[in-house]
Every structure is written in structure tokens, then in C-alpha cells.
């Protein structure tokens, strides 16, 4: 079984993810989501950077950007992305939650 790293880091983001949730509860838009975890990140003290974009390069060319809702300070170690879905989660939001975000 592998080790998890970080783990306070990812306590303290899952719980002021599931903080935001609590307190709002399902349906807002995604933006509405984003800024309260912006005030619950910060009054848990917890270091972030915010709409974070990363260059996506394709054949050794840019392609496109990928805009990270929020990375920690730990430079390329971890990220959050902020998506709204509905009852069931889809098998893309599925994969790619399993598969964390990788800018």
C-alpha cells in the first residue's frame, strides 16, 4: 500500500472542501464553490495559489493552457479543480478524480 504524502496538506484541503460543501450544499456554480474555499483555505491557514495556468504542449509545441483552480506552494505537488456535477458522478469526472489532475 503506498504511502500518502502530504498528508496534513490533504486533510486540510479535503476538509475545507467538504467544509464549503456543507455549508452550501449542492447546486451553486462552480465559481460560487471556488470562492468560498478561497476564505475557508486561507482561515485554515493553508498556503495557495489561485487560477494557476500551466502551458500544455503538444509535439514540443503550446497547444493551449490548463488553468488550475488552486495549487499549493509546494511547488507541482498539489492541485485542486472545482467541478460541479449531479447526483452520480459520470465516468469522466470518475477517471479523472482517480486519476488526479496532472497539468
Do not use: D, W
Amino acid at each position: 500500500m503506498a504511502q500518502l504524502l502530504y498528508r496534513e496538506l490533504s486533510n486540510g484541503v479535503l476538509g475545507a472542501c467538504f467544509a464549503v460543501h456543507n455549508a452550501l450544499g449542492p447546486g451553486l456554480l462552480e465559481s460560487a464553490y471556488e470562492g468560498a474555499l478561497v476564505i475557508e483555505l486561507s482561515a485554515r491557514g493553508l498556503s495557495f495559489e489561485r487560477q494557476v495556468v500551466y502551458p500544455l504542449t503538444y509535439r514540443g509545441e503550446l497547444a493551449g493552457a490548463y488553468i488550475c483552480f488552486l495549487s499549493s506552494k509546494i511547488p507541482g505537488n498539489y492541485h485542486v479543480g472545482v467541478r460541479k456535477i449531479s447526483r452520480e458522478i459520470p465516468g469522466f469526472y470518475h477517471r479523472q478524480t482517480a486519476g488526479g489532475f496532472s497539468p
